[in-house]
């Protein structure tokens, strides 16, 4: 049994194995955009992360729940704002753009009261419930989209496929009350309206920033709830590669020590 | 064979002796995210600052409030407890000596992690010991009205948090510095 | 364990007073140092010690996740969040155990199929075989179960489908399938009573499947390893002592196999996954398509060829249930598929039905893939009720060697200038 046959066995397992993740392509070819992110040297940018989040701020987070997130993530190491030298300065300025939003709690007298978020919250659900959140958006319940981008088959082009897939619908199709007709949407009616519908609707305030248009409004939030998905992927990354720098090495070592153990050996 | 028999066993030793080497580093370097994946997440750190109201605080009450899952006491003592706590300063009992003035910012609020030094029981506000401060009922430590140990086997005063006033009835526990902290930096 | 007498000899007092009252020296002297281990294994056969890395690891990492995650139907998916966010390199430990089940699999279906080629299930290694078959059903549990607990959409769903299975008993004795349904979800459908239950048996199975590898591993050790050749040791000059090596070469292998992992749980972590399973589980609603593990999706595959339910479910278990018999429905003389033409034609066959079928049950049970599907079952029960023990009885083998030390000497090109030893 040669490295020839063990090579062509891998082979067809590989073949084997790749079967699953081809079998569940969406029906209508999505785009695709180039994240900084791909690839296993893709890092996040956080300029673009930092953008995101403020159009999740401004538009997306009147319905959708990010709840398995917390505003000190931003602050944090793994974080858009992270500024190593002294983390002071990204959780003051992270304070700066929380400020003004109020999360429920109790007082001391156990009554329900509406406080200032902190950076230990975690991000503020727009809906009490699920019940509220239907009432609120026509029988539809906004999906928490904490890990939306490893949660749809195509991930962060999928998402953006979504965002700028709104079209008028084809005459031929007839729209369901309250639906809006989106390209790349299973079935084509979803129950989000276009959320971001025109250039300049968020307000890039960061010096250097692009043009606020819809597609790179589109394209940084996908970032930024790709960021969201998979906070660690950077660690993630960087620690792959000297895993696997290291495993060359001792395999390596090894090869020369089976090399020798056995050279005396007929096999 | 061109190498001499020695000089043959000693570079096959040192593959072999590499290969040990390196495998062992490598398991110990894959411990660490196993051993360290068991001190406290990112979660537990972030829940650090605990906002009390002092305003309903009446003299002489102690409130018990909760800091990273611990109890920490708020005593707001009157002008009798302040006297006993400036003469406990001088007393031959202490075995933690630390002024009273390091121990708090202003001498009406005193502001303790409520965990007996000793071992870790909560020492008992109801039952003020012997020096009318607390008295630790799992092995029976007494507390002055600082919070120092002055009986028993508790080897460490009550602890003071970090703690900063962001208001004359409002502090926030977990932030700004120790009053120890602060007075050092005065007389320094 | 071996059977055989030992070659352990104490040197010094301690070794000496510990011998004769816990002889765990000797016991690893010549169960692994000086095991006597045929010198012709190739590297198909250092998957039995890839696996045992494989359940090291997949126990390990189960139990530090243990310690993090919440077996309850509302806190399941949030517990699993906090895992990959806030746990110090929980990340890193619920990857390395989900992408771990995945070379689990991938190791134990070479592992099966390379004793199926060189015929290691045949006497005197039938019990050895048999503790194979269930340690891989124990396997399949355990996974199953582990997959059900980060309660998602494909967790409910597939467990909600999976305990269905049983519910196909109702065509037998009306009543008889519900009831075991309700028993085994302990509600009318998957909830929280079944969470903790799948968590409290997915943490327990790993243990037996450690048992299991133990009796496994000394049922290996009576007879010896069978090997590439098939035939029998004849003494020492066919064996090497296990370590040095077989253990460089085992290392050698593992160190290679730890590469392939890495690159999953580093740079792809969740391909082998399924989207879906970011979905937080919805009883209300199921995704458009239900696909099981890959490593599940042949025995998907023969749970759908046919139309009838309680056929397919009998079928899926039955397609198991046959490796039980392998070591009596091979009638051949010879083990090793390597001298038998004939059989290995079969052989080659058998391993693309089987990836055909992973390849159908991954597709809707419709046109060519079900199709594929059909005959991929069909072949897949033929292998082993017909072509074994007939091909077995007709097939002239080729002629065997002498013995292991002269097919090596031949396989290198010595035989005609050292003719024997």
């Known amino acids: ?267 | 064979m061109a190498h001499s028999p020695s000089e043959t066993v000693n570079r096959r030793d040192f593959i072999y002796i590499m290969s040990a080497t390196v495998s062992a580093a490598g398991a110990a370097v894959a411990a660490w995210p196993l051993i360290d994946q068991m001190n406290p997440s990112a979660a537990a750190q972030a829940l650090s600052s605990t906002e009390v109201d002092l305003s309903a605080i009446q003299p002489g009450q102690i409130v018990t409030v909760t800091w990273r899952k611990q109890p920490v006491f708020i005593r707001r003592r009157t002008e009798k407890e302040i006297a006993e706590a400036h003469e406990g300063d001088t007393a031959s009992d202490l075995k933690d000596p630390q002024p009273d003035a390091q121990r708090v910012f202003k001498p009406e609020w005193l502001v303790l992690v409520g965990i007996c030094t000793h071992l870790g029981c909560v020492p008992s506000s109801q039952v003020r010991g012997d020096y009318d401060g607390w008295f630790c009922p799992c092995h029976g430590s007494h507390y002055d009205t600082s919070g120092r140990i002055r009986k028993g086997p508790a080897p460490k005063n009550l602890a003071v948090p970090n703690y900063e006033f962001v208001s004359d009835t409002k502090i926030v526990i977990g932030e700004g510095k120790t009053p120890a902290e602060t007075s050092k930096e005065h007389t320094a | 364990m071996s059977g055989g007498h030992s070659t352990y000899t104490p040197t010094n007092g301690f070794t000496k007073w510990l011998d004769s009252r816990l002889p765990l020296i000797r016991v690893m002297n010549d169960n692994v140092t000086n095991f006597p281990t045929p010198k012709n294994l190739n590297y198909w056969y250092t998957f039995g010690a890839i696996l045992t890395f494989c359940l090291a690891v997949q126990l390990v990492t189960g139990i530090v996740l243990a310690m993090h995650y919440v077996a309850s139907a509302d806190k399941a998916f949030a517990s699993i969040e906090y895992i990959m966010r806030d746990v110090n390199y929980g990340w890193l430990i619920r990857y390395v155990h989900m992408n771990g089940a995945s070379m689990f699999f991938l190791a134990v279906y070479v592992h099966m199929f390379r004793g199926l080629y060189y015929g290691s299930y045949k006497a005197p290694r039938e019990i050895l075989w048999i503790l194979g078959v269930i340690i891989y059903f124990l396997m399949m549990a355990t996974a199953f179960l582990g997959y059900t607990l980060p309660w998602g959409q494909m967790s409910f769903w597939g467990a909600t489908v999976i305990t269905n299975f049983f519910s196909a008993f109702d065509q037998v004795i009306p009543g008889l399938g519900s009831g075991v349904l309700e028993w085994l979800r302990g509600d009318f459908a998957v909830d929280d009573a079944a969470v903790k239950r799948f968590f409290a048996l997915h943490y327990l199975l790993p243990f037996v499947i450690a048992g299991v590898v133990f009796l496994h591993i000394w049922a290996l050790h009576v007879p010896g390893n069978n090997n590439p050749t098939g035939i029998d040791v004849k003494g020492p000059q066919d064996t090497v002592p296990f370590h040095p090596y077989y253990t460089v070469k085992d290392g050698f292998a593992t160190a290679i196999f730890m590469m392939l992992f890495a690159v999953f749980v580093f740079y792809a972590p969740n391909y082998l996954g399924h989207p879906d399973n970011y979905v937080e589980a919805n009883p209300l609603v199921t995704p458009a398509h239900i696909v099981p593990e890959w490593y599940f999706l042949p025995f998907y595959a023969i749970l759908r060829a046919v139309p009838d339910k309680l056929t397919g479910v009998l079928l899926m278990f039955g397609a198991i249930g046959v490796l039980f018999f392998v070591p009596w429905l091979d009638w051949s003389k010879v083990r090793s598929a390597s001298y038998r033409p004939v059989f290995r034609q079969f052989f080659v066959l058998f391993v693309i039905a089987c990836l055909a079928l992973g390849w159908a049950g991954a597709q809707p049970a419709e046109g060519a893939a079900l199709l594929i599907a059909q005959v991929g079952t069909f072949y897949y029960f033929i292998f082993f009720i017909f072509i074994m023990p007939v091909v077995g009885l007709w097939e002239t083998p080729r002629k065997l060697p002498e013995s292991i030390a002269k097919a090596v000497l031949a396989k290198n090109g010595h035989a005609a200038v050292q003719p024997a030893q």
């Open chain 1, 1 to 267: 049994m040669k490295i020839r046959s063990m090579l062509a066995t891998a082979g067809l397992l590989l073949a084997a194995l790749a079967a699953p993740a081809l079998a569940s392509e969406s029906e209508v070819a999505l785009k695709t955009a180039e994240w900084s992110f791909d690839g296993p040297f893709g890092t996040y940018d956080a300029a673009q992360i930092r953008r995101g989040f403020q159009v999740y701020k401004d538009v997306c987070a009147a319905c959708h729940s990010l709840k398995y997130v917390s505003y000190r993530n931003l602050s944090g190491p793994q974080g858009p704002f992270h500024t190593p030298a002294d983390p002071k300065l990204g959780e003051d300025a992270v304070k700066a753009l929380i400020d003004g939003i109020e999360v429920p709690d109790l007082d001391d007298a156990g009554e329900p009261i509406t406080r200032q978020a902190r950076l230990s919250d975690p991000f503020r659900s727009p809906f009490a419930n699920e019940k509220a959140a239907r009432a609120a958006n026509n029988g539809a319940n906004p999906p928490d989209l904490s890990v939306m981008v490893k949660a749809r088959a195509g991930g962060a082009d999928y998402l953006y496929s979504i965002l700028t897939g709104y079209e008028e619908a084809p005459g031929d199709v007839v729209m369901q009350p309250g639906m809006s007709y989106n390209r790349f949407f299973a079935g084509h009616q979803i129950g989000m309206p276009q959320p971001i519908v025109s250039d300049d609707q968020v307000t890039y305030t960061e010096p250097g920033a692009p043009k606020a248009s819809v597609d790179q409004m589109a394209r940084d939030v996908t970032a930024f709830l790709a960021w969201a998905s998979e906070p660690h992927m950077e660690e993630r990354k960087r620690m792959g590669l000297s895993v696997l720098l290291f495993l060359a090495f001792l395999a390596a070592l090894l090869y020369l020590s089976y090399q020798r153990i056995w050279a005396d050996v007929e096999h």
